[in-house]
Structure formats: C-alpha cells, structure tokens
C-alpha cells in the first residue's frame, strides 16, 4: 500500500518508457547508451522491425558521418525477432557473420523463451567482443526444459481399469439403490 501510494503520488516526468514510436524517432538519440519500452508501444505500427530500426537510425543520424560509427538493436517481442542495424563502419567492425548469427541464434532463441534482457544482455556481449577484436562469445546456452506429462500412459490406464470399473459402478449403483431405499422406507410407513 505504502508503495502505490508512493507512486501515486510521484511527479510523473518524460520517460522513454512511457513514449509511443514517433515520440521516440523525434526526440533524437537517447543521452544515455540505450532506451527501453516498457510500455511495448514502439513498433505497432511498423510490420518490419528492419524498417523501424532503418527508420529510427536515420532520424536520429540524418547524415552518413554521424551514423558512420552508430548501431541500433531492436527487439520486438510480440513477434519474438530482433534486428541489429548500423552505419557502415558499425557493420563493418562487427562483421556480417557476428550480426547474422546474433539476429539469427541470439535474439530469437532466447525471446522465444522470453529472456527478453538476456538476449539484449548476450547480443550486446556479442557486439562489444566483435567491436573490441576480442573472440566471439558464441550462442549463450539454452536449457532443454523438457516436462515430463503428469497423464497416465495407456499401459497404466488399462492396468487400473479394473479397479476404476468397480469403484464407477458401486457409486452408480449406490446412486440408484439409496434413493429407491428411501423411497421405499417413506412409502411402507403409511
């Protein structure tokens, strides 16, 4: 309660979480490294987050020589892909190969798990080795989280059926005889 009411009582500032995509695209590049939508509202009008994404560097770095060095990672979680686009000597330092297999193994994989944070978190780790010369640190693991069912196997369903069988049919059985019973204990009173 105290919590909400601290909220609620909060002076509400500018915050990129709270933009829609065309607050976002005309306010320029964010002052710090990143910005995060919480409010899931960026890319609903785009169908192509390589379009957005093209979009968004554009406006922000209008001329090649501002966003010679820039780079953008979208991801777009009602869809489950991300997209990773730059200037040219942005793709060029991290190389094609690094950006294809972070848009291809890093981004999708993990937001179809919905490790949305891990994924940005393992694609920037990805993209700074790349920038920095340093080896790439590969595809982060995915944990095979195989349930097992809680259903019985048709083995195990025949091999009960007995006893499944005797205990339908006494309640059917009671269900019919208890009421008749009554019925005929009321009746011979009178």
């Known amino acids: 309660l105290a919590l909400s009411l601290a909220l609620s009582f909060t002076p509400v500032t500018a915050n ?9 695209i005309n306010e320029g ?9 919480d409010a899931g509202v960026l890319s609903r009008s785009k169908a192509d987050a390589f379009e957005y994404a093209d979009q968004v ?5 209008p001329s090649v020589e501002e966003g010679n060095n820039k780079g953008i990672v979208v991801l777009v979680t ?9 200037g040219p000597a942005f793709v060029q330092v991290v190389g094609e190969s690094v950006l294809d297999a972070t848009v ?4 999708p994989v993990l937001a179809t798990e919905e490790k949305y944070n891990e994924a940005l978190l393992s694609s920037a780790k990805r ?10 640190p590969g ?20 091999e009960k ?24 204990a009321y009746v011979s009173r009178k």
């Open 127 to 136: 993209l700074v080795a790349a920038i920095d010369g340093l080896p790439d």
């Open 161 to 184: 059926r007995g006893q499944f069988t005797l205990v339908v049919g006494g309640l059917l059985v009671i269900a019919f005889v208890v009421p008749m019973a009554q019925y005929f």
């Open 104 to 107: 291809s193994e890093n981004l």
């Open 139 to 158: 595809v982060p693991t995915v944990k095979d989280n195989k349930r097992e069912s809680n259903f019985k196997t048709k083995e195990e369903t025949y």
């Open 29 to 37: 590049p964010p002052k710090d490294a990143y910005v995060v939508d």
């Open 16 to 24: 990129n979480a709270l933009a829609s995509e065309f607050d976002v």
């Open 57 to 61: 560097l554009e406006k922000w770095y």
């Open 78 to 86: 009602s869809q489950k892909e991300g997209v990773i686009t730059g």
